[in-house]
């Protein structure tokens, strides 16, 4: 296969230094508040970059080199080097193109092409191993094809931005390539797991040493436990009996909620029909009313109500249900209450911000994805659960081959049966980092500064006659929703006939967007309102000049349409 990678292309000045932070104990597991100044007591010995620059004069030709030449193979070492500075010069190459305003978001190409192959690049897997030349090109052209999140105009997804902190405890982790089921093997990180859930219990309001929690595999699956954990403190023997000892349950979650609710009752077992939809306000609140009558009409149905799904920001709108009202109800019914703040936990971070979850103390479990807001690496998500004890008595089954009781520690800290997972990915490591080397008052800032850019494009919006915000109010969340009207639109009467011609404009637009690579934004139906745009921010890389540019850029791209 023929190679197109450029040897010549510069390094872009990786400088690698050895550096030793001296640590006496483990308080450097503490969060800060502010950035601390952590030079003081650094080992100054640093590696001589020239020399190191002097090396990369002239590149290893990798044209005959195979995997097998790597590390662990006898004097491997050198080649490894080279190899992996190979890949950080590549991965460097793209974090840096990431931020340039004048690259493509994206450069799409439709499956059949990728599949069929692109210059050099195949998605096929050989039978014989290929050089680590190749390897080196399938690096690159990975990332060319695929997306640029990190991009200040990608405003497609709740997850965004490419932190580099962030990236780098990403890159620890998979270099440390352990498992978070026991202190065992990764006793460090379970520390770390430890102080950011009792940090996290702290923010949303409960004292840390009643509660518990674990991270877990994305707000979907925080959600599932969350139910998991709801129906255990409900009849704990539907553990081992099966759903047979459980009358049938009802459960309560909003029609502008997630839909993973209704995918956790399902494979639960529960069924997606008994989870049963409560109206929402005109912002897209439940409305806590509208929750009394269905636990009503639930009774009346033979139901049991159990469990109360209340969302803090809520995917499409960025709306939060009002937790106080919703929490007396569910404290009258002896319900148990969740909180999905998979998108708006990012909020109790800001002073200026955190009142709008307010009564999330009041939540028997939350849910919150510091991957969503707060901008760390996909994936780092959190279960919490107020009642310390309870995941624990839920899920565990101490198989005597990993949670072996008599091991030489305190095996309170095997937090792996706490969990449905055996093996679970060290997603805390990136978080911690973030966290040290932002302070709690770097993300409340940078929340702030996505919470600003939405006003800013809110206040855009209200003075453009070409566009039509979906909701008239001022954002709550960093969710932004609107309409594009082109010039043939603008005029028509309101009704079916426009409706049906404006529900083509955001796909049509899109299209185009992607095959120009200029930007990528999301859109969608809501119920009666036809296919809109929604901008949604999280990624601090993000300034006004981009949110100006959306909106010419859409204007310009759905003009004629
Ligand atoms: C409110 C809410 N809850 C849950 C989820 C699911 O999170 P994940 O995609 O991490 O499974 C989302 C995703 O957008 C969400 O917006």
């Known amino acids: 296969m023929k190679s197109r990678y450029n040897w010549t292309e510069p390094l872009i000045g990786i400088i690698f230094e050895k550096r030793t ?242 995918k956790c009752a399902a494979v639960l077992g529960m069924g997606s029909d008994n989870v049963l939809v409560v109206k929402c306000d005109e912002r897209g609140k439940m409305i806590p009313t509208e929750l009394e009558s269905c636990i009503v009409q639930a009774e009346n149905k033979g139901l049991v109500p159990f469990y109360v799904n209340a969302t803090a920001g809520t995917t499409v709108f960025g709306a939060f249900d009002p937790l106080s009202t919703i929490a007396d109800i569910c404290h009258k019914h002896t319900l148990w209450m969740h909180v999905d703040a998979a998108w708006g936990g990012g909020l109790l971070m800001s002073d200026r911000h955190s009142m709008k979850l307010q009564g999330i103390e009041q939540a028997c479990s939350v849910t919150w994805n510091p991957h969503k807001l707060m901008g760390v690496p996909l994936q780092c998500s959190v279960i919490l659960v107020k009642k310390r004890g309870l995941l624990q008595q839920c899920n565990e089954l101490g198989a005597e081959y990993l949670f072996q009781p008599d091991k030489p520690y305190d095996v309170s800290y095997d937090a792996g049966d706490k969990s449905i997972q055996c093996g679970r990915h060290v997603d805390v490591f990136k978080f911690w980092l973030m966290w040290k080397a932002k302070g709690s008052e770097g993300f409340g800032s940078q929340i702030n500064k996505c919470l600003e850019n939405a006003e800013y494009l809110y206040d855009q919006l209200q003075r453009r006659a070409d566009f039509e915000l979906v909701l008239k109010n001022k954002p709550e969340h960093s969710n932004v929703c609107f309409w594009y009207i082109p010039p043939s639109l603008r005029g028509l009467p309101a009704g079916p006939d426009r409706d049906e011609r404006l529900h083509q404009v955001a796909p049509r637009i899109k299209g185009r967007m992607m095959e120009k690579g200029s930007l990528l934004i999301g859109y969608q139906p809501l119920g009666a309102r036809v296919n809109f745009f929604r901008c949604v921010f999280s990624n601090p890389a993000t300034q006004q000049e981009d949110i100006d540019f959306l909106l010419d850029e859409i204007a310009q791209l759905g003009y004629d349409l």
């Open 21 to 262: 932070l001296i640590c006496l104990d483990m308080d450097f597991l503490q969060l800060p508040d502010k950035i601390s100044d952590i030079s003081a007591g650094r080992d100054k010995e640093q590696e001589d970059s020239a020399a190191l620059r002097d090396r990369r004069a002239i590149p290893a030709d990798f044209s005959s080199i195979y995997s097998k030449d790597l590390l662990p193979a006898s004097g491997g070492q050198e080649i490894t080097r080279e190899f992996l500075q190979e890949v950080v010069a590549i991965l460097l190459g793209y974090i840096c193109k990431s931020t340039q305003r004048n690259t493509k978001v994206l450069d799409f190409h439709h499956p059949h092409q990728l599949k069929e192959g692109l210059e050099g690049f195949s998605v096929k897997l050989p039978e014989q191993p290929e050089t680590l030349e190749q390897i080196l090109v399938d690096c690159r052209d990975t990332l060319k094809y695929g997306v640029s999140t990190g991009h200040p105009r990608f405003f497609n997804q709740l997850s965004s931005g490419l932190d580099v902190v962030g990236v780098a405890g990403e890159w620890l982790t998979s270099v440390a390539n352990t498992n978070m089921f026991t202190y065992e093997v990764a006793p460090v990180f379970t520390l770390m797991e430890e102080v950011l859930l009792r940090k996290m219990h702290s923010m949303v309001g409960w004292s840390d040493d009643e509660a518990d929690g674990i991270f877990c595999p994305g707000g979907t699956i925080s959600n599932l436990y969350s139910i998991l954990v709801a129906r255990y403190h409900f009849n704990p023997e539907v553990k081992t009996k099966g759903m047979g000892v459980l009358p049938p349950l009802a459960l309560f979650t909003s029609e502008h909620s997630h839909y993973s609710v209704k």
